[in-house]
């Protein structure tokens, strides 16, 4: 998935470019060839970010996508989604919305990151799940019940239906207004896909203002 050289050093550049105008289909950003319905309100632009707890990359990119999320006005929705390939993604893709539904995630997303990033634990099995859980307010119980929950289940399904549509292949990526796909790789970094993601959503403005 590595560009050309060129390509990449385009793509470091762009943090003082990134604009609607500037950025080329193809080379920053990709169209996907099956849009997917918005989530949000119709005023709003969505930004999806896709993402797996075990991959490297997207821990790294936590840091300046959050500040970027933090920067965005009210007419931006940022959300997060976890991707579905099987395995352990799915297993914390289940870890991901049962602390949605325990109410928990804020407070538990980049700790359960860090986790596994930096101290190296093992968080794929719903066990040590639940006792990571279970430091957030909730019992052990209480966050196996909602592991196994239909509405967490339905949660997962979803999330899985919406990859497949947009045909992912990989993460992190971020889908703005179902439409356009950043990438490592197309962004020429990650600290550059927060730039050009802002770059579209300004796109999607201009457009929805014609």
Known sequence: MLKPLMLVLAGLALPGLASAQSLVEGEHYEVL???VEPQVEEER?????????GCPHCYNLEEPL????????EDVAFQRMPATMGGDWNTHAFAFYAAQQLGILDDLHDDFFHAIHEEGRDLTDPDAIAEFFSNYGVSEAEAQEALGSFGVKGKVNQAHARMRQMQLMGVPALIVDGRYLVSPSSAGSLDNMPQVAGALVERVREERAD
Request: proline fraction near 10%.
């Open 66 to 73: 959050n500040a970027w999320v933090a920067e965005q006005p």
């Open 45 to 53: 632009i969505e930004v999806t970010e896709a993402f797996w707890y």
């Open 33 to 35: 060839d099956n849009p």
